[in-house]
């Protein structure tokens, strides 16, 4: 019962701070919740680099200590990451789904900066339980930022956010008036909001047995050692599973799918 409890407190954690950066998640939660829903998570994201100091093991340790099992995992050629997702026994808790950016299939560029910048990490840091939501410990300047972007979205995003969560996701299986993706999407358009239209608005499919959504991540003041500049933060992502034919629903990824939520953190005009 402790663990659980250290788990559900981490967790608090990582939703205070991807709220800190993604405003519009806790407006969207508050108008579901101002309708009557209640609103679970499917899953949380986190993002690193398979530097041998870091990796997805380096993240998933926390999590496989309060009883976290790895599942599953997936490639994505295109945007040259590896990734893999965790599940705990206790099924409301979400699944935990980690990347890594493979960085002997990317330029010396980002292989020397991400080198350099894993140098201003701590030991400590690392091993902490903490280190899935311990933000950025080191120095970017937003010339570099955008220097990686050029090359990989995900490179600069991590390059400026550090280790955090990059998305919360709701579970549209739990909700009872928006339990249709698309009625949910409807909704959160016709309040203003931007949907990532990569691949279709709607990513995957009922014979896939996982539709997703997302919005674009807005653009937050993100300190700089060369200033303060407005860049992509975070996004809220929307996930309906349906039943495989042993009537269970579906737990897993869609990697063609993933690969396009994973630009919601792409820069809208470069």
């Known amino acids: ?50 530097h041998p100091k870091l990796g997805i093991k380096s993240l998933a340790k926390a999590f496989e200590k309060y009883g976290y099992v790895e599942k599953a995992d997936y490639v994505f050629k295109e945007k040259k990451l590896y990734a893999k997702h965790y599940e705990h026994p206790q099924a409301d808790l979400p699944k935990i789904f980690i990347s890594e950016l493979e960085l002997e299939k990317v330029s010396p560029l980002i292989q020397d900066t991400v080198s350099k910048l894993v140098e201003k990490i701590s030991p400590d840091q690392i091993l902490s339980d903490q280190f899935s939501v311990c933000g950025r410990p080191w120095e970017m300047s937003h010339e570099l930022y955008s220097t990686l972007a050029k090359e990989s979205e995900y490179a600069s995003w991590v390059a400026a956010f550090g280790f955090r969560p990059n998305h919360f996701t709701v579970n549209i299986n739990a909700l009872k008036k928006f339990n249709d993706i698309h009625v949910l999407n409807q909704m959160i358009e016709s309040n203003g909001y931007v949907l990532n239209s990569s691949g279709g608005k709607v990513k995957g499919s009922v014979l896939e047995h996982l539709e997703q959504s997302s919005t674009m991540a807005e653009e937050i003041a993100v300190k700089f050692s060369d200033g303060t500049f407005k860049i992509p933060g975070c996004y809220y992502e929307f996930a309906k599973r349906h039943p495989l034919a042993d009537g269970k629903l579906y737990q897993g990824f869609v990697a063609t799918s993933a690969d396009k939520i994973f630009e919601s953190t792409n820069r809208r005009s470069i």
């Open 1 to 50: 019962m402790n663990e659980i409890r250290q788990l559900t407190d981490l967790l608090a954690v990582m939703w205070t701070d991807y709220c800190d950066l993604n405003p519009a998640a806790r407006r969207i939660y508050d108008l579901l919740t101002t309708q009557g829903e209640t609103v679970l998570n499917d899953h949380i994201a986190l993002r690193t680099f398979n």
